[in-house]
């Protein structure tokens, strides 16, 4: 079972990278100046970071829905959410390694999994899409390190690679009537090297034995299993 704190914790790590990204708009005037600098800058987006899929985003955003704060979906808009779990044997390390946690509480050797995560730049022109991506990219090459503390009331950093595998570009409804509204989106597959702990505590709560009582339905009799039938630890 995957650690549900962790599982949120990694949740917040990914989106927080992705949290500071704007763009820019430049007066009208300006669009045949190639230098920024040069452009009169009428106004600074931060763009919007949900952890939500593709699709549900979209369908928001068409449907012009108001959040519980009042405000109407807007775009550009940046979304991502994990699709993927795998386990990697390459970072296995000793499992009955234990660490402190506290002064009484332990947690075993950490077991390795790789992440996916998927992150999807939402935006109505193309060129606002090329420019958060360009905020992006030049920080992947193709691996982001970074230290993070990943367990509560333990004062150390665990180190943390993040991936970039694969860009996708689509155009949702290029090939839809005239008048339907455009939709330009930029998928980005990121693999984050992950750790996963198991607390004492919570191999107390894991299941070793278990105890089956079944019914002959001929003889309608409960059946009670003997020692030799009980299923242990060891069994599963």
């Known amino acids: 079972m995957i650690n549900n704190k962790l599982h949120k914790k990694y949740i917040v790590i990914f989106g927080t990278i992705f949290n500071n990204i704007y763009v820019n708009k430049y007066s009208s005037e300006d669009m045949n100046i190639v230098d920024d600098n040069s452009k009169t ?38 979304s991502f959410n994990i699709v993927d779990y795998k ?19 332990k947690a075993y050797t950490p077991v ?7 992150l999807n730049i939402i935006t109505k022109k193309q060129s606002d899409n090329l420019k958060i991506l360009e905020q992006i990219i030049p920080h992947f090459s193709p691996h982001l390190k970074f230290s993070s503390l990943l367990l509560d009331d333990f004062n150390k950093s665990f180190d943390l690679s993040l ?21 330009i989106t930029t998928t980005l597959y990121f693999n984050c090297k992950a750790w996963f702990f198991k607390t004492e505590e919570e191999l107390r709560k ?23 039938e009980i299923l242990t630890g060891d069994d599963l």
């Open 206 to 228: 894991q299941i070793e034995t278990i105890y089956i009582n079944y019914l002959d339905l001929d003889s309608e009799e409960k059946y009670i299993p003997d020692e030799s």
């Open 112 to 118: 390795p999994y790789n992440l996916t995560f998927e």
């Open 87 to 105: 386990y990697d044997s390459e970072r296995k390390l000793n499992k009955t390694n234990t660490i402190s946690i506290g002064t009484d509480k």
């Open 41 to 78: 800058l009428i106004k600074s987006i931060k763009v919007p970071i949900n952890y939500a899929k593709k699709d549900k985003l979209i369908l928001r955003y068409l449907r012009r829905e108001t959040s519980k704060k009042g405000v109407k979906m807007t775009l550009p808009r940046l």
């Open 163 to 183: 991936s970039l595998n694969n860009i996708i570009m689509n155009d949702e409804n290029y090939d839809g009537k005239i008048d339907e509204e455009r939709i």
